[in-house]
């Protein structure tokens, strides 16, 4: 009895030590808990106002930038990640309707080029008929990324069969310190000046394909147009829209801007006068028939058509006027929100200037607002491009038999008065055919009116067939019976 007794008590007194026991443990690990939580929570607290001041601070100055900062790796001392992405349009990527893999070439003393884009000449014959006694019929290559704008524009076989004015180094070049230098500090008189230069002599004035300080200002970073062409540009076509004396530098939103600067150099234009002043043909508005009628209006022409000997105009690039006939300028989206979006570097969000089609990128370019699948959203991109590029091949066939049944009637010596009015026809139905076909989206900027222009591009042509025989010519060598 008196050993359970014990071993009773034994019991009793170990239970109150087990409890205390545990309650230390139990304060020990919530001691530990709280340290550790302490020590993360002080962690996460540096690490916010660490990205914080990052985020203040987004560059370190590590080389002093000027006005005069022509050099794009000198601005990337200071905004490496922007640079990094600036280097990377050396990408040679082809989508389904644009871009280039590139193709291997032996390079010549004319053209010292190992890499080109491929020929768009010998994708579609057709283009030669076109442009037949123009220079796009001997060379005329897939678009590349902004790393070749000039030396694909110094070498291209255009140089070789005619004499480009120094125009061209405008859109084809870092120009805002050449600007500079021959105007004496008055960006307008050395843009003049440049213009009346020779191509190879204008060529000697850049270095740079376009860089930092073309869009950007040097102190203060902002966004800025520097092409006194794109200035006078934007100040006609406001006033065509009611506003006058529009200042693009002082009048333009930030949002604006982000579409702006691109509109420097991707747009429509001519060589005006002898001074081969580049000028932007708004001053009717920026849709098609509004440039149409202005190039009526001043008589211009690019070239004499060889074949048919129509008084003919070549579209360049006219992706600002396109866009802003689409639903993302109307809804307020700029060309840098889609062509470099934003992206999210450490606590900096930066635009991308890896400058390519929103195809490659559409997580960034298109997700962030249109909330579907990528393969969704490649599926509808390449839909639209690809009914235009079938309307496309429409209007180029209808356009080809044109030029065919003129020149059959020249040739066959019908009187030239009676040729007038379907070379003007044609005029305008191979201006509207190649506005689209010189635009860089395939109809995607703004799928409606790439519709529209190609539609009425088809109704010239058969305006420009019945006018043909209407004035006496039929292709059967008989003169065609009154109606």
Not at 120 to 128: S, V
Not at 286 to 293: C, D, G, H, R, S
Not at 441 to 462: C, D, K, Q
């Amino acid at each position: 009895m008196v050993e359970d007794t014990q071993h009773t008590e034994k019991q009793e007194d170990s239970q109150p030590r087990k409890k205390r026991l545990f309650g230390l443990k139990v304060v020990v690990i919530i001691a530990f808990a709280s340290f550790a939580a302490a020590i993360l929570g002080l962690a996460l607290l540096t690490n916010i106002f660490e990205r914080k001041q990052e985020a203040r601070s987004p560059f370190f100055s590590v080389v002093e930038l000027t006005d005069d900062t022509a050099d794009p790796e000198l601005w990337g001392k200071n905004f490496p990640l922007q640079y990094d992405g600036y280097k990377r349009t050396v990408d040679q990527v082809r989508t389904r309707f644009g871009g280039s893999e590139g193709v291997h070439q032996t390079p010549k003393e004319a053209d010292p080029r190992s890499v080109v884009a491929q020929s768009r000449l010998e994708e579609d014959p057709r283009l030669k008929t076109m442009w037949d006694g123009y220079a796009f019929a001997v060379d005329f290559r897939e678009e590349r990324g902004h790393a070749y704008m000039l030396d694909d524009q110094t070498f291209t076989e255009r140089q070789q069969v005619t004499k480009q004015p120094g125009t061209c180094i405008n859109c084809h070049a870092s120009a805002y310190t050449a600007y500079k230098k021959l105007g004496g500090g008055d960006i307008v008189a050395g843009f003049n000046a440049l213009n009346k230069m020779p191509y190879m002599e204008a060529r000697k004035e850049v270095t740079h394909p376009v860089a930092c300080i073309d869009c950007h200002d040097a102190r203060t970073m902002a966004l800025r147009v520097t092409r006194p062409a794109f200035m006078e540009g934007i100040r006609v076509a406001k006033a065509a829209q009611g506003i006058q004396n529009f200042d693009v530098n002082r009048d333009a939103t930030r949002q604006e801007m982000r579409t702006y600067v691109c509109g420097q150099c991707h747009v429509e234009y001519y060589f005006k006068g002898p001074e081969k002043t580049l000028t932007y043909p708004w001053q009717n508005g920026l849709k098609v028939e509004n440039i149409t009628a202005y190039y009526d209006t001043v008589q211009h022409k690019d070239w004499t058509h060889a074949q048919t000997g129509a008084d003919v105009l070549k579209a360049q690039h006219p992706e600002f006027e396109m866009y802003n006939q689409g639903i993302h300028a109307r809804a307020g989206v700029s060309c840098a929100d889609c062509h470099m979006p934003y992206v999210r570097e450490g606590a900096m969000k930066i635009s991308n200037h890896h400058v390519r089609s929103p195809v490659l990128s559409l997580n960034t370019s298109c997700q962030t607002c249109h909330k579907a699948t990528e393969e969704e959203l490649k599926f509808r991109i390449e839909s639209i491009q690809e009914r235009t590029f079938n309307l496309r091949n429409l209007a180029m066939e209808a356009l080809v038999q044109l030029i065919g049944d003129i020149k059959a009637a020249k040739d066959a010596g019908h009187p030239e008065e009676k040729l007038k009015d379907s070379r003007g026809f044609q005029r305008k139905a191979q201006f509207y055919l190649d506005f689209v076909e010189a635009e860089n989206s395939m109809g995607f900027h703004a799928p409606e009116e790439a519709a529209r222009i190609l539609a009425e591009s088809m109704n010239f042509t058969r305006m420009g067939q019945v006018a043909l025989r209407d004035s006496g010519f039929s292709r059967t060598g008989t003169a065609a019976a009154p109606h």
